[in-house]
């Protein structure tokens, strides 16, 4: 079965610092990985998603990831945190034979001025 | 273009009683899917619509949950009776057709079933 774990469900960092979130999964197939971010009182909002094409992905607002087959990781990674991306992000991998996502239990990341 | 839209925002009821979530998908979308997070663990798969049929409904708990699209437009789902074990936040997402369409999240109705 597929899962998606997430290392870090609280990460904190100064406004400038790099920004790493922590993804691991685990997929007996190529998996399609996707990241969500999720701002107070708002939905999900797709970051970006691997498909199988490029093994780095760029998505919005500078963010980053990088698939990594050997290391089975797509860790989500932004070279300089802004106050306005502190939320709760999310990992997930698309289901095999279905369209259902698989999330990781979140890392809400806090943006220290 | 609107998003993705659910009703209520919130929700707090006594067990035992009824709530009915109503989602409304991205216009034209047919993909539509419920996901529901309990407090402190992972977002979790529900069920899948396709149209106005249920394409997976793998995730559905128990049948004290009943997810209906009629006209394959907006969905709802409704909880009877409602237990202390389903607050949480549930969430409506939608795609268009195929499987690798990236799914768009409504922001969720938060229940709390006291």
């Known amino acids: 079965a597929q899962s998606v774990t997430q290392l870090g469900s609280h990460v904190s960092v100064s406004e400038g610092a790099l920004v790493l979130l922590r993804c691991n999964y685990s997929?007996?197939?190529?998996?399609?990985l996707f990241w969500y971010v999720q701002y107070p009182n708002q939905g999900l909002q797709l970051l970006l998603k691997y498909t199988s094409a490029a093994t780095l992905v760029k998505g919005i607002n500078d963010f980053e990831a990088e698939f990594k087959k050997s290391e089975t990781s797509f860790h989500l990674t932004k070279p300089s945190a802004h106050m306005s991306d502190a939320a709760e992000y999310f990992c997930?991998?698309?289901?095999?034979?279905?369209?259902?996502?698989?999330f990781g239990t979140g890392t809400l990341l806090a943006v220290q001025p | 273009e609107a998003g993705v839209t659910q009703f209520p925002s919130h929700s707090v009821i006594e067990k035992g009683q009824t709530v009915t979530l109503r989602c409304d998908p991205i216009?034209?979308?047919?993909?539509l899917y419920w996901y529901r997070r309990v407090m402190g663990k992972e977002i979790k798969f529900l069920l899948h619509?396709?149209?106005?049929?249920?394409?997976?409904e793998s995730g559905m708990p128990n049948n004290r949950f009943l997810a209906e699209r009629t006209g394959g437009t907006y969905s709802t789902l409704k909880v009877q009776p409602a237990e202390l074990e389903d607050s949480g936040v549930y969430f409506c997402?939608?795609?268009?057709?195929?499987?690798?369409?990236?799914?768009?999240f409504g922001p969720g109705t938060r229940l709390l079933v006291l």
């Open positions: 216009s034209g979308h047919d993909n």
């Open positions: 997929s007996s197939v190529p998996p399609y």
């Open positions: 619509f396709v149209k106005e049929s249920k394409q997976d």
């Open positions: 997402a939608s795609s268009l057709a195929g499987g690798r369409e990236t799914q768009y």
């Open positions: 997930a991998v698309r289901g095999l034979a279905t369209n259902k996502l698989i």
